[in-house]
């Protein structure tokens, strides 16, 4: 997916299957240890690949699209020496919904011709 314009490399973004509740990325035991994941703009596009895989059945959800959100960090940024992600083990504020990219099964599905 090619990323817009609403992704700024200075600012971090997380991606997900929907709404979050309370406006807090709430931390938990992730891939690379316990905390709140986001990447910054110039990596949107792994926040865009999260949110169409969160969304998509296999994962407990079913959705035509995931949800991208601007975040900001409650109580600081540490980084991952895996990949381009950064966490907070606080939790990650959400400043507003950023884009909207299609569930895993569509974007599969278009690549198959069914759409």
């Known amino acids: 997916m090619a990323l817009g314009p609403q992704f700024d490399p200075d600012k971090l973004y997380h991606g997900t299957a929907g709404e979050i509740e309370g406006g807090v990325v709430r931390p938990n035991r992730g891939r690379y ?24 059945p296999f994962e407990g959800q079913h959705r035509l699209f995931g949800t991208v959100y601007e975040v900001t960090p409650r109580s600081g940024v540490e980084f991952s020496e ?25 974007r599969h599905s278009q690549k198959m011709g069914e759409y």
């Open 33 to 56: 240890g316990f905390g709140a994941y986001a990447v910054y703009g110039d990596e949107g596009h792994r926040a865009q690949t999260y949110a169409s895989m969160a969304s998509a």
């Open 82 to 106: 895996h990949d381009s992600y950064v966490s907070d083990p606080e939790g990650l504020n959400v400043v507003k919904a950023v884009d909207f990219p299609p569930s895993w099964e569509i």
